[in-house]
Each structure stands twice: as structure tokens, then as C-alpha cells.
């Protein structure tokens, strides 16, 4: 999900030459021109885009991009008019997910209008503003950036609204069959929540795109080897980046700091401790009582009003060094990657761990998937393979393993074996023509997904789970499943006999199967008015496809929640997973949770020592308790009677740092919820 996020921002975002200003300004090579590109996603083909550019303003882009087996296809037909902006646009297409694309943008005597399947709108103005269509990958950045450098100051002001900065960064001489090109590295401000980059050849065409190692773009005919070459440079100059906007955001503690008069959330026993006095020296909770702590060094925060509760978990992130800030300023102190690149993780971890970059404790789940048509990355082609991943994991400190849709059913009792033998846990979807409950009896110490448990009985071993059947089968038969029959209690029985945890996902589920197409998306309604406005207009429109189904998909959705109670009432471990937006995913995945039954003691404590204790560090962080790791959030209100408490930090803790949630939220473009404390 969260790739789809990044690809729905810049797919096919190439062809369209972009002068620089003044002496540095390119020749014209735009005139008849077709430009092709090829799509790789860790080693594998992912698809391709074609530009075709007729030499008056007119410029069209083909993109067929799948991972997976999620499907994107979107083009666009675009006219510019002499100073290169927008004044028509025409973008169709079928999103990853199923759903229609359908995106127009017209600027005619002195009226920019727009409509998208979601949302329409029209303003009035005497330049056309430059348009950013929800589907912007199918315009691609170029254009952007060619209409932004004509400006001395590299912005450009954006349709419906916002500006966007242009911003040369380095760069890097590679090899291609034309020979040595050197290519300059953008940062694009103003689209997200923080910069999108694309490398740009000597004519200031756009080149190459890496997307943190997982999916990649660059032209028809080169070597994939440009991909790794470049994305260690762009990792390097991310960072820098990260810091530059929110370094001196981190606030190391020298003395140590007395939160008085606050309430404390006891995870471990469900219960409030009002008016407490907590004390954290050098990253550590040294003491709490009921009683005034002496402490006369100590920096005093007045928790009046306020709840002290442990730092929450994120079990499922696909993360980039971008994702630590809001993660940080969500109270999302702690993150299970669970699954990516190895060295682009490591090198994250790194960053992270070092304070280098803001960002979370971050624990690794290493990927295995074999070899097919519908697999993507860096696959295995045999259960030996397989085993020598499992072993790399392992030497690399990994702490579980991920299986995903293609591995073979008759592999996973020897790579459940052989990762248990490393002490380390395996997880992940269910394998196509494979049961639930076969893969719980093979070893699976946790499932991923909460459709994953709903197939055990919608396909069994029977179906192709690698397909969008994973999908359109939960969404049109969950919720006929009866969930008091035995067979679901034996089934459940199975999952308390064995340990199995469950990472539900459940506000990416929530989202697929009752967001309609005018509506905001029911997993960030809350938070829409925050959000950058580039962000906020695609969350009105739907990534799915319910057919004639919508009562049937919106009884599923109440079968999923009354399925995740269910588990936890049985004794199931369920642990919270985002797979998508940092820390607000989170936010509402806890909110399901308590919808759905589960008392908000239980939810703040599966967010927080349960996650802990599934990751196997809950002697140390996990819950408020002298001796352990300062992972804290300071809150306003009390989560146990209001779950959505947990949106409203005023300050958050890692260990020995301080970080003021409104000054992080700023320097993402997402205006702040409250104040934060005065440090």
C-alpha cells in the first residue's frame, strides 16, 4: 500500500525536457520525439512508459506498471501552452487496486476547472496556475520542473493550491550506450510530505527514478546497475535533506526531566495512575511514584490534564528515512520493517538508530518470495535458496522472517525449521494454494493481514491467492462467513494452541471495503484538514473496485472487526500493523480495534507491550516502569476512555531525546493538532 502511495505521485513522471533558467537553459529536443522507459522493481521487470511529444505542447504518456500483482495502468494526454503550463489534461486509466481512473483539467477564459472520481472544483484566476492532478505520475514531474526553473527561485505556485520548489541537489557521472552521461539529481518540495526526487540527463530530461530500492524507472536499453548506483547517492542526499528540515527539531536531554502531576497509563495492569510524578534520567524511567520525586537539576513538565503513556508500535512499516518524522511526531516510537531492501534498510536502521535522521526504534523482518509471474524482487528459485536466505537473515541480526503469496506450500516446514532454529520467528501472507491453517501447522508463528485469515475458508488451498482474488473474494464473501460456527472456533482454537499472532492491517481493509468515491477516506477523515492539500485530494477517491457488491462489501467490513474481537477475546495476540501513511494509519488501526469491542486498556496495551513482547524487547521498553527505556508519549486527555487521546501529543520520547510533535508536523506541510510542551 505504501508503495502505491509513492507511485500514484510520480509513475511515468519522465520525458518532457525542463530548461534550466538563464545561461544553464537546454537546447529544445522535444519536437517529434518519443522517449521509452523500463520499470524494475528489486531485479524484476515491473512494466514500462512511453512518451510521445509532438512539438506543440501536446505530450502524451502511456504507463503500465505492476508489483505483486497489483496493476497500474494510466494515460494521459496533455496540452501546454507556450510557457509550458497546463491548460488541458486528460488522465484514465485502472488504479493498482481495481478502481477506474478518470481525471480531467481544463483552464478557458480565465477558469481553471477540474474533476477527478472523487472531488471537482473551479477558481477564477488570470494565469492558468499550473495543475496537479491527483494522478500525477501520469504528468509527470518534468513538465513541473521545466515551468519551475524559468523562475529565478525555482517555485512554481500549484493548482488548486499550494507551490512547489525546485531544487538542484548533485551529480553523478554513468555509464550508458551512449556513453558517460552525467545526471543532476532534483528534489521536488511542495508535492508530499517531504521531497520526491528524479536524476535528470545533460538536456534536463528526466532519467532515472528510485523509490528507496524496491521500484526504479530508467531508459529503455540501459543497465539496471544505474539503479543501485544512484539510489546510494539519493539515500545520502535524503538524509541530508531530513536533517537539514528537522534537525535541530531532536532535543537531546543533558539533565534529567520530572513530568509532575500527570496520569500515567499502566498497560500492564489496564489502569490510570492519576496524578503521578515520573522520572527519566539519561533514557531511563528512574523512578515514579504517587508521592513528589526530589529532583532539583530536573527539567519540570506540568502533566495537569495530560496522560504519560508508553511509545506506540508500528508492526507492519515499510518505511524511508521521510516516514521517521511523523512517525515520531504520531507517538509511534518503535517500527517492525517487515520487508524491504537489505541495504537500504540497514542503512536506515543506522540512521535511525544513530539520531542522524528523526526516527523510530526500527526492528527488521527479512522477504522471501519464489520466483513467478506474479512475484516481485529479489525472488529465490528453490527451497535451497530459500534456506541460504533464511541463514544471510540471520547473520544479518533479523528477527523474523516474511513469506509472501509464491513461495511453495511444501517449502515451508523446512524454512519454518530452519528459521526457528535461528531463534527467529516466521510470518507472512499465506502462500497460494495454501491454507491458513496448513501454514499455522507448518510453523507460521504470525499471519499478515486479516484478509489472510478470512481466505482459510473463502479459498482454502484451492484458490490463487496471488491474484486480486485476495481481495474481491474477502470483499464479497467475508461477510457471510459465520463466525459462531465451529469450524471458525476450531480454527481459532488452532491460533490459541499455537501462539499465532495476527497483524490485522485492518484500516487498510476498513478502507477498501467502505471508501466511496465523494468520501474521504475513512482511514484519515480524521486528520484530511491537516494534510498537505496535494495529499488530502486523492484521499476522496477510491483505489477498489466494489462492482455491484457495496452491501456485500460493507458486511465484510463488519465481519472483519467482529472477527480481530473475536480473536482477542480467545486469546489471540493481535499486534498493529500500518502497511501504509506513518503513524496516522496507526492511529486508526487502534481506533478500529476499540470500535470493534476491545476495551481501550487492551488496545493501548497491544499497541505498546504486547508489540514489545512479540518483538522480544518488552524487558526493556514496552510499558512505563522504572529501569526501562524513556520510549514515551505525553498526551492530552485519557486514552483509556477516549482512544483518540492518542492523536494528541504535546511531547514524545526516545530514550534520552525530546521531540515537540507540532514542530515535526510543520516541516512535513501537516498543521499541527495542538501545542506541544515548552522544553
Same mark, same amino acid.
Given at each position: 500500500?505504501?508503495?502505491c502511495?509513492?507511485l500514484?505521485m510520480?509513475?511515468g513522471?519522465?520525458?518532457?525536457?525542463?530548461?534550466?533558467p538563464?545561461?544553464?537553459?537546454?537546447?529544445?529536443?522535444?519536437?517529434?520525439t518519443?522517449?521509452?522507459f523500463?520499470?524494475?522493481?528489486?531485479?524484476?521487470?515491473?512494466?514500462?512508459?512511453?512518451?510521445?511529444?509532438?512539438?506543440?505542447?501536446?505530450?502524451?504518456?502511456?504507463?503500465?506498471?505492476?508489483w505483486?500483482?497489483r496493476?497500474?495502468?494510466?494515460?494521459?494526454?496533455?496540452?501546454?501552452?507556450?510557457?509550458?503550463?497546463?491548460?488541458?489534461?486528460?488522465?484514465?486509466?485502472?488504479?493498482a487496486?481495481?478502481?477506474?481512473?478518470?481525471?480531467?483539467?481544463?483552464?478557458e477564459?480565465?477558469?481553471?476547472?477540474?474533476?477527478?472520481a472523487?472531488?471537482? =472544483?473551479?477558481?477564477?484566476? !488570470?494565469?492558468?496556475?499550473?495543475?496537479?492532478?491527483?494522478e500525477?505520475?501520469?504528468?509527470?514531474?518534468?513538465?513541473?520542473?521545466?515551468a519551475a526553473?524559468?523562475?529565478m527561485?525555482?517555485?512554481l505556485?500549484?493548482l488548486?493550491s499550494?507551490?512547489a520548489?525546485?531544487?538542484?541537489?548533485?551529480?553523478?557521472?554513468?555509464?550508458?550506450p551512449?556513453?558517460?552521461?552525467?545526471?543532476?539529481?532534483?528534489?521536488?518540495?511542495?508535492?508530499?510530505f517531504?521531497p520526491?526526487?528524479?536524476?535528470?540527463?545533460?538536456?534536463?530530461?528526466v532519467?532515472?527514478?528510485?523509490?528507496? =530500492?524496491?521500484?526504479?524507472?530508467?531508459?529503455?536499453?540501459?543497465?539496471s546497475?544505474?539503479?543501485?548506483q544512484?539510489?546510494t547517492?539519493?539515500l545520502?542526499?535524503?538524509?541530508?535533506?531530513?536533517?537539514?528540515?528537522?534537525?535541530?527539531?531532536?532535543?537531546?536531554?543533558?539533565?534529567?526531566?520530572?513530568?509532575?502531576?500527570?496520569?500515567?497509563?499502566?498497560?500492564?495492569?489496564?489502569?490510570l495512575?492519576?496524578?503521578?510524578?515520573?522520572?527519566?534520567?539519561?533514557?531511563?524511567i528512574?523512578?515514579?511514584?504517587?508521592?513528589?520525586i526530589?529532583?532539583g537539576?530536573?527539567?519540570?513538565?506540568?502533566?495537569?490534564?495530560?496522560s504519560?503513556?508508553?511509545?506506540m508500535?508500528?508492526?507492519?512499516?515499510?518505511?524511508?528515512?521521510?516516514d =521517521?518524522?511523523?512517525?515520531?511526531?504520531?507517538?509511534i516510537?518503535?517500527?517492525?520493517?517487515?520487508?524491504?531492501?537489505?541495504?537500504?534498510?540497514?542503512?536506515?536502521?543506522?540512521?535511525?538508530?544513530?539520531?542522524?535522521v528523526?526516527g523510530?526504534?526500527?526492528?527488521?523482518?527479512g522477504?522471501?518470495?519464489?520466483?513467478?509471474p506474479?512475484?516481485?524482487?529479489?525472488?529465490?528459485?528453490?527451497?535451497?535458496?530459500?534456506?541460504?536466505?533464511?541463514?544471510?537473515y540471520?547473520?544479518n541480526?533479523y528477527?523474523?522472517?516474511k513469506?509472501?503469496?509464491?513461495? !511453495?506450500?511444501?517449502?515451508?516446514? !523446512?524454512?519454518?525449521?530452519?528459521?526457528?532454529?535461528?531463534g527467529?520467528?516466521?510470518?507472512g501472507h499465506?502462500?497460494?494454494?495454501?491454507?491458513?491453517?496448513?501454514?499455522?501447522?507448518?510453523?507460521?508463528?504470525?499471519?499478515?493481514?486479516?484478509?489472510?485469515?478470512?481466505l482459510?475458508?473463502?479459498?482454502g488451498?484451492?484458490?490463487?491467492?496471488?491474484?486480486?482474488?485476495?481481495?474481491?473474494?474477502y470483499?464479497?464473501?467475508a461477510?457471510?462467513? !459465520?463466525l459462531?460456527?465451529?469450524?471458525?472456533?476450531?480454527?481459532?482454537?488452532?491460533?490459541?494452541?499455537?501462539?499465532?499472532?495476527i497483524d490485522?492491517?485492518?484500516a487498510?481493509?476498513?478502507?477498501?471495503?467502505?471508501?466511496?468515491?465523494?468520501?474521504?477516506?475513512?482511514?484519515?477523515?480524521?486528520?484530511?484538514?491537516?494534510?498537505?492539500?496535494?495529499i488530502?485530494?486523492?484521499?476522496?477517491?477510491?483505489?477498489?473496485?466494489?462492482?455491484?457488491?457495496?452491501?456485500?462489501?460493507?458486511?465484510?467490513?463488519?465481519?472483519?472487526?467482529?472477527?480481530?474481537?473475536?480473536?482477542?477475546?480467545?486469546?489471540?495476540?493481535?499486534?498493529?500493523?500500518?502497511d501504509h501513511?506513518?503513524?496516522?494509519?496507526?492511529?486508526?488501526?487502534?481506533?478500529?480495534?476499540?470500535e470493534?469491542?476491545?476495551s481501550?486498556?487492551?488496545v493501548?496495551?497491544?499497541a505498546?507491550?504486547?508489540?514489545a513482547?512479540?518483538?522480544?524487547?518488552?524487558?526493556?521498553?514496552?510499558?512505563?516502569?522504572?529501569?526501562?527505556?524513556?520510549?514515551?508519549?505525553?498526551?492530552?486527555?485519557?486514552?483509556?476512555?477516549?482512544?483518540?487521546?492518542?492523536?494528541?501529543a504535546?511531547?514524545?520520547?526516545?530514550?534520552?531525546?525530546?521531540?515537540?510533535?507540532?514542530?515535526l508536523?510543520?516541516?512535513?506541510?501537516?498543521?499541527?493538532?495542538?501545542?506541544?510542551?515548552?522544553?
Open positions: 500500500m505504501a508503495v502511495a509513492v500514484v510520480q509513475l513522471a519522465c520525458g518532457k525536457e525542463a530548461p534550466e538563464a545561461a544553464e537553459q537546454a537546447a529544445d529536443t522535444s519536437v517529434g518519443t522517449s521509452e523500463v520499470w524494475l522493481s528489486q531485479g524484476t521487470p515491473a512494466g514500462e512508459s512511453t512518451v510521445v511529444r509532438t512539438g506543440d505542447g501536446k505530450e502524451t504518456v502511456e504507463s503500465f506498471v505492476h505483486n500483482n496493476e497500474y495502468t494510466v494515460n494521459s494526454e496533455l496540452q501546454l501552452n507556450a510557457d509550458g503550463i497546463p491548460i488541458a489534461q486528460r488522465i484514465t486509466g485502472i488504479s487496486f481495481g478502481a477506474e481512473i478518470d481525471e480531467s483539467f481544463d483552464f477564459n480565465g477558469v481553471a476547472s477540474w474533476s477527478t472523487g472531488e471537482s =472544483g473551479s477558481v477564477m484566476t !488570470d494565469e492558468p496556475g499550473f495543475y496537479l492532478p491527483t500525477f505520475g501520469s504528468l509527470g514531474i518534468t513538465t513541473m520542473v521545466q526553473l524559468k523562475n527561485d525555482g517555485e505556485a500549484i488548486p499550494g507551490t520548489r525546485v531544487e538542484k541537489l548533485t551529480t553523478a557521472d554513468v555509464d550508458t551512449d556513453g558517460t552521461q552525467t545526471l543532476s539529481l532534483y528534489a521536488i518540495s511542495g508535492l508530499g517531504t520526491y526526487y528524479a536524476w535528470f540527463d545533460e538536456n534536463t530530461e532519467a532515472v527514478l528510485d523509490f528507496g =530500492g524496491f521500484m526504479g524507472m530508467y531508459p529503455k536499453g540501459w543497465s546497475d544505474v539503479l543501485d544512484l539510489g547517492i539519493q545520502a542526499e535524503d538524509a541530508a535533506m531530513i536533517e537539514r528540515i528537522s534537525g535541530n527539531l531532536a532535543y537531546p536531554l543533558d539533565a534529567p526531566v520530572l513530568f509532575e502531576n500527570v496520569d500515567v497509563v499502566d498497560v500492564e495492569n489496564g489502569a495512575l492519576e496524578d503521578h510524578h515520573v522520572l527519566v534520567t539519561d533514557g531511563k528512574a523512578a515514579m511514584s504517587a508521592d513528589p526530589d529532583a537539576d530536573a527539567k519540570r513538565i506540568d502533566g495537569t490534564g495530560k504519560l503513556m508508553p511509545g508500535w508500528d508492526m507492519h512499516g515499510h518505511f524511508g528515512l521521510s =521517521g518524522v511523523l512517525n515520531i511526531a504520531g507517538g516510537t518503535s517500527v517492525r520493517d517487515i520487508g524491504s531492501v537489505h541495504e537500504q534498510i540497514m542503512e536506515l536502521t543506522a540512521k535511525h538508530d544513530s539520531g542522524e528523526i523510530p526504534n526500527t526492528y527488521r523482518s522477504f522471501i518470495d519464489k520466483a513467478s506474479y512475484a516481485t524482487g529479489d525472488t529465490v528459485e528453490s527451497l535451497e535458496e530459500a534456506l541460504e536466505r533464511v541463514d544471510f540471520a547473520e541480526g528477527m523474523q522472517i513469506l509472501y503469496s509464491s513461495i !511453495d506450500p511444501e517449502w515451508v516446514d !523446512d524454512i519454518a525449521a530452519r528459521t526457528h532454529e535461528h527467529m520467528r516466521l510470518s499465506i502462500p497460494a494454494f495454501m491454507s491458513a491453517e496448513q501454514a499455522v501447522r507448518a510453523g507460521y508463528d504470525e499471519i499478515q493481514h486479516i484478509n489472510m485469515v478470512f482459510n475458508f473463502l479459498a488451498d484451492r484458490e490463487d491467492t496471488r491474484k486480486q482474488l485476495r481481495f474481491t473474494l470483499g464479497d464473501e461477510g457471510a462467513l !459465520d459462531d460456527s465451529q469450524e471458525v472456533a476450531d480454527y481459532i482454537a488452532l491460533f490459541v494452541e499455537k501462539g499465532t499472532t490485522p492491517t485492518a487498510i481493509f476498513d478502507t477498501q471495503l467502505v471508501h466511496h468515491a465523494g468520501d474521504p477516506d475513512p482511514t484519515f477523515a480524521a486528520v484530511a484538514e491537516h494534510l498537505p492539500a496535494t488530502a485530494r486523492g484521499l476522496y477517491k477510491p483505489e477498489m473496485d466494489m462492482g455491484d457488491k457495496v452491501e456485500e462489501w460493507a458486511a465484510s467490513a463488519v465481519a472483519q472487526a467482529a472477527m480481530i474481537k473475536k480473536l482477542h477475546d480467545n486469546g489471540v495476540q493481535i499486534v498493529p500493523g500500518s501513511m506513518p503513524a496516522f494509519t496507526i492511529h486508526r488501526e487502534l481506533e478500529l480495534y476499540s470493534a469491542g476491545i481501550n486498556a487492551d493501548l496495551r497491544i505498546s507491550l504486547d508489540s513482547r512479540v518483538v522480544g524487547v518488552d524487558d526493556r521498553t514496552g510499558s512505563i516502569a522504572v529501569g526501562k527505556d524513556s520510549d514515551l508519549v505525553l498526551v492530552e486527555g485519557n486514552p483509556l476512555e477516549d482512544i483518540s487521546a492518542i492523536r494528541r504535546t511531547l514524545v520520547m526516545k530514550g534520552s531525546t525530546a521531540y515537540k510533535p507540532d514542530e508536523y510543520k516541516v512535513v506541510g501537516v498543521t499541527p493538532f495542538l501545542a506541544s510542551e515548552t522544553l
